[in-house]
């Protein structure tokens, strides 16, 4: 039988930013403890898709769950629903330059930590870049008369 981490009790006050290079290989498992009441979690990921790897029910474990994950035809999604009282682990690889937000999809879970950003560098190859800001496109400065 597995315990909660004491970290899994209270949320911070923040959203992670997480910066990854160009073609990354990205791995998250996400964990429902279904704290505050059981329901399912539909995690979405803005800006790419991503394979479903593997689900399960209980605590995951690192040592045992990934040996069965399905790595032949996992389903590509956007948004996966994380089980009550389970997990659910997913891969992409970080090929779309940008800041891309992730997040339950229950708005109340956002407020809750339940998101985070990835910033996705550029490559080096053609198309493998942001594009560059349109010239007639105000910058936030002048937009916003800010500094």
């Known amino acids: 039988m597995h315990s909660i981490p004491p970290e899994w009790l209270l949320t911070k006050k923040n959203t992670k930013v997480k910066i990854l290079e160009y073609s990354t290989t990205v791995e998250i498992v996400f964990q429902g403890t279904s704290l505050f009441g059981g329901e399912n979690h539909p995690m ?75 910033i996705m560098k550029n490559g080096s190859g053609e198309g493998e870049k942001m594009l560059a800001r349109p010239n007639d496109m105000p910058s936030f400065c002048d937009a916003y008369r800010v500094l």
């Not at 803005?46 to 996992?74: A, T, W």
Request: proline content about 7%; hydrophobic content about 40%.
């Open 44 to 118: 979405h990921l803005h800006g790419h898709s991503f394979y479903v790897v593997g689900k399960g029910f209980g605590i995951f474990d690192k040592e045992k769950d990934p040996l069965n994950y399905n790595l032949i035809d996992p389903p590509y999604e956007n948004t996966i629903g994380v089980p009550k009282n389970g997990w659910a682990a997913i891969r992409f690889r970080a090929a779309n330059p940008g800041v891309w937000f992730m997040h339950c999809h229950f708005e109340r879970h956002t407020v809750w930590e339940m998101d985070m950003a990835f």
